[in-house]
């Protein structure tokens, strides 16, 4: 079945630095969404992807699309203690509206 | 717009004994709502799909009667985990879709089984 992946598992960086997380898809994605779980929370939405090669910018936040629409990366700027938490990847998969989640890359800033 | 409650937020019971989780779109029709458990420091795991008015799709592995889903209205929906054993403790969190790709999740109910 479909699996998506994300590198790194845990990134732990002082406040200021940046961070990146990637994501891979075994299958070929016609968008890809990425979310924010802080700790105790639940997923929230942050954005869609749909072009190849797209990039989106949220704040210090970019996101990115591969051309070859199986990998897509989140990078923050200068993070902030704020940004704290777990991010996935999530692509359609096995019809019906259905979500594939990454493994997630957890995040932890310090002062 | 697009909020999605959950209730209750956390849950301890007895092994043994049945337990349900309540899932509601608020200001929304939800065509789907999906339910999936995460356990600690993992991913979530899609359990199942559920379309209003039909039965639950349930993902490979996931036990039908054991995890009885209903979908009585499209802003309602219901996971009761019947004969709950330790092993079961988990955060399961519902979401809503609207026919469009993007879902809006719950906050979770927290289930711990003594």
């Known amino acids: 079945g479909q699996q998506v992946m994300q590198i790194p598992q845990y990134q732990h960086v002082q406040e200021g630095e940046d961070f990146t997380t990637y994501c891979n898809s075994s299958?070929?994605?016609?968008?890809i969404q990425w979310y924010k779980q802080r700790p105790g929370g639940h997923p929230v939405f942050l954005i869609q992807l749909v072009k190849s090669g797209e990039v989106k910018k949220q704040k210090r936040l970019t996101f990115q699309f591969g051309e070859a629409k199986k990998n897509s990366s989140l990078h923050i700027t200068a993070t902030q203690t704020t940004d704290v938490g777990t991010y996935f990847c999530?692509?359609?998969?096995?019809?019906?509206?259905?979500?594939?989640f990454g493994t997630g890359t957890q995040l932890k800033v310090e002062l | 717009g697009a909020v999605v409650s959950q209730h209750p937020s956390w849950v301890i019971c007895k092994s043994g004994t049945s337990v349900k989780i309540e899932c509601r779109s608020l200001d929304f029709q939800a065509t789907t709502m999906f339910w999936y458990r995460q356990f600690p420091k993992q991913s979530l795991m899609l359990m199942a799909t559920?379309?209003?008015?039909?039965?639950?799709?349930?993902e490979q592995g996931v036990e039908k009667d054991k995890f009885l889903i209903n979908h009585a209205s499209l802003t309602l929906s219901t996971l009761t985990v019947t004969s709950a054993h330790p092993e079961d403790s988990s955060f399961y969190i519902c979401?809503?879709?609207?026919?469009?790709?993007?879902?809006?999740f719950g906050p979770g109910t927290r289930l711990l089984v003594l």
């Open positions: 999530a692509g359609p998969g096995g019809g019906g509206n259905k979500l594939t």
């Open positions: 979401s809503a879709g609207t026919g469009k790709e993007t879902q809006y």
């Open positions: 559920s379309n209003e008015g039909s039965k639950a799709t349930y």
């Open positions: 299958t070929t994605l016609s968008n």
